[in-house]
């Protein structure tokens, strides 16, 4: 998975094999410094591998999905500066996408969409966009494999507008 930037640094998600456990680890662009988070829990096998977001309020966030749910963290500092994870979202898949046979399907959350609610999941049928806020989701890609999904964003910034100044006249 690729990093996600959240408040001045870049956060990289490490999965180590032996025991199915994760920790983040985060690079402070300011100070040139690394430091271990903990994931807010350690996914099982049955999970799905899980992925770090961008979350709109600025946090951190980490998202998993086991089975057919779908499970949001965010990590907040409180007063005392101490950051900790609180669990923000719980959201059913099966009742979401058009799954005939829930027994029988994976989903493997393959990215999301920086400071928003979207999040991208890849089943046998193809890749869904899915809004976890509005519980709407889309279809975005045929059946294929996909590891990860990074989505570009377009966007407009203007030509900056020059005011002419004017000409001193000759006398």
């Keep these: ?25 985060k690079y402070d662009l300011t100070s040139n410094s690394l430091s271990l988070i903990d994931a807010p829990v350690q996914y099982s096998p049955i999970a799905s591998a899980p992925i770090l977001m961008a979350m709109k309020d600025g946090s951190l966030g980490f998202a998993l999905v086991d089975k057919l749910t779908l499970y949001i963290w965010s990590r907040l500092m409180d007063s005392n500066r101490v950051a900790s994870w609180t669990q923000c979202r719980i959201t059913n898949l099966s009742s979401l996408l ?15 969409v920086e400071g928003s609610d979207t999040v991208f999941v890849t ?8 809004n976890v806020k509005s519980q709407r989701w889309k279809k ?3 059946r294929e494999n996909f590891r990860s999904l990074i989505p570009c964003m377009s966007f407009y910034n203007p030509q900056e507008r020059v005011t002419p100044t ?4 000759a006398h």
Excluded: R
């Design 1 to 25: 998975m690729p990093p996600v930037l959240v408040q001045g640094a870049l956060h990289f998600m490490l999965k180590y094999v032996d025991d199915d456990s994760a920790e983040i680890l």
């Design 98 to 112: 058009p799954i005939q046979n829930p027994e029988e399907i994976s989903l493997i959350l393959v990215g999301s």
């Design 123 to 130: 089943t046998d049928l193809g890749i869904y966009e899915i």
């Design 140 to 142: 975005i890609w045929k």
């Design 166 to 169: 004017p000409c001193d006249a």
